[in-house]
Every structure is written in structure tokens, then in C-alpha cells.
């Protein structure tokens, strides 16, 4: 009796583990996500894919890229299928938190208690804090589940994401320079491994503030 009761209890200790794991955010999955699609659009919705907003898609990739990774849809941040009456998935609908950066950057802070890492500029005297290739507060934990969002006017609305992915490593975005840094992946455009403040490749460095926030899992 005594062996079946504790057959029986390691059986659901076991179960639990394995609800408790596919329940987990994966910053493997979602770097996986973000490395696959980075130089590239995930198809057609009507594949099963996502929309693709061509020169504003920054947003709707990083979101993918979290989704990707665990982070859990709902009534606010969302992207959906809808068919047609023949059963046929035919469109994708995305929510503003999904596909805009201020959006998602205020669900992030409100909606998951994301914790801000920190804000940046190109000199100290701007803002407070000068940003450098390598950030000690971008560090190999928070890889795969900090978005970094990109004010371009200092006016307090974010207008650009992307998802940090690699910790001190070399650019592989010739538009950096041999260079070794934090690296990013973004849309709009399509960057792959590039250094996180973009500031040789930003029209807008020299009024430009940058924000991270990670997920608090």
C-alpha cells in the first residue's frame, strides 16, 4: 500500500513539473523566434503566419518574438485569426499593444510589471545617462526577455522596439563596425546581432532616449 501511495505521488509530482514547465516563459524560444525571422516576415497570416507592416513593423516582430517565447495573449495584447464562413482562416487582427511601441511599452510596465533595466542617450548631459556598446545593465539574464523601446524626440512616446538577444558579442550589422557590444534584432529594418543603441545607423541619435524593460519571469 505504502509503495502504490508513493507510485501514486511521485506520479503527480511529476505531472505538476511538467504543468509548471509548459507554463514558463522561454528566453531560448523566444531568441530562437527572433534569430529565425530577424532578416526576414514570419508568412502569410492565412498560413498561420503574422501580418507584416513593411517600414512599421519593429513592434509586431518583438511581440511575435515574445509570444514566441511564452508570454500569454490576452484581451489587450493580442494577434488573432479570424475565418471566414467556411471555416478559413483568412485575416489576422492585431491589437495596438501588439503592433505599436508606446503600446506595448506601457502593457509591458502595467500589465506585466516589467522591470525598467534603465534609459539612455548619446551623451550624459542630455539625459542623465550616456549609453555604451556594452551596458552593465544589459547583462546574459536578461537576453530573450527585455524589450528595448527607441524615443526618437525625447517626447516621452516610444516610436521604436526591438528585442535584446546576445550579450557582449561582435555586430554581425556591418552598419556597426567591427564593433563588440549588447546586440539587438529588429524590423524596420531588418537587423540581425546589431549593436543596441544603433547610433551609427539613427537618423534621430542625437535627440534619441532609449528605455529597457524586462520580464519580470
Known amino acids: 500500500m505504502k509503495h ?3 507510485k501514486a505521488l511521485s506520479g503527480i509530482i511529476i505531472t505538476t513539473a511538467l504543468f509548471n514547465c509548459a507554463g514558463a516563459y522561454s ?3 523566444a531568441i530562437a ?13 492565412i498560413a498561420g503566419g503574422y501580418n507584416n ?5 519593429c513592434t509586431n516582430y518583438v511581440s511575435q518574438c515574445l509570444y514566441a517565447g511564452g508570454m500569454q495573449q490576452d484581451s489587450i495584447w493580442n494577434s488573432k485569426l479570424y475565418t471566414s464562413g467556411t471555416g478559413v482562416s483568412t485575416t489576422r487582427k492585431d491589437s495596438t499593444a501588439w503592433t505599436l511601441a508606446d503600446g ?5 510596465k502595467d500589465n506585466k510589471n516589467a522591470t525598467k533595466l534603465g534609459g539612455w542617450a548619446k551623451t550624459d548631459t542630455q539625459y542623465g545617462k550616456k549609453y555604451a556598446d556594452n ?5 546574459i539574464y536578461n537576453t530573450g526577455k527585455t524589450v528595448l523601446f527607441y524615443d526618437w524626440d525625447t517626447d516621452g512616446k516610444m516610436n521604436h522596439a526591438a528585442l535584446f538577444v546576445v550579450d557582449n558579442a561582435k555586430s554581425l550589422d556591418t552598419a556597426d563596425g567591427n564593433v563588440t557590444g549588447d546586440l539587438i534584432n529588429q524590423h ?7 549593436i543596441w543603441h544603433a547610433d551609427k545607423r539613427n537618423a534621430h541619435a542625437k535627440t534619441t532616449t ?5 520580464l519580470n519571469v
Open 4 to 6: 502504490l501511495l508513493k
Open 27 to 29: 528566453r531560448v524560444d
Open 33 to 45: 523566434y527572433s534569430d529565425k525571422y530577424a532578416l526576414t516576415v514570419n508568412g502569410s497570416p
Open 53 to 57: 507592416y513593411g517600414d512599421s513593423d
Open 104 to 108: 506595448l511599452k506601457n502593457y509591458l
Open 135 to 139: 551596458n552593465s545593465s544589459l547583462t
Open 188 to 194: 524596420s529594418y531588418f537587423r540581425k546581432h546589431a
Open 210 to 214: 532609449i528605455y529597457a524593460f524586462a
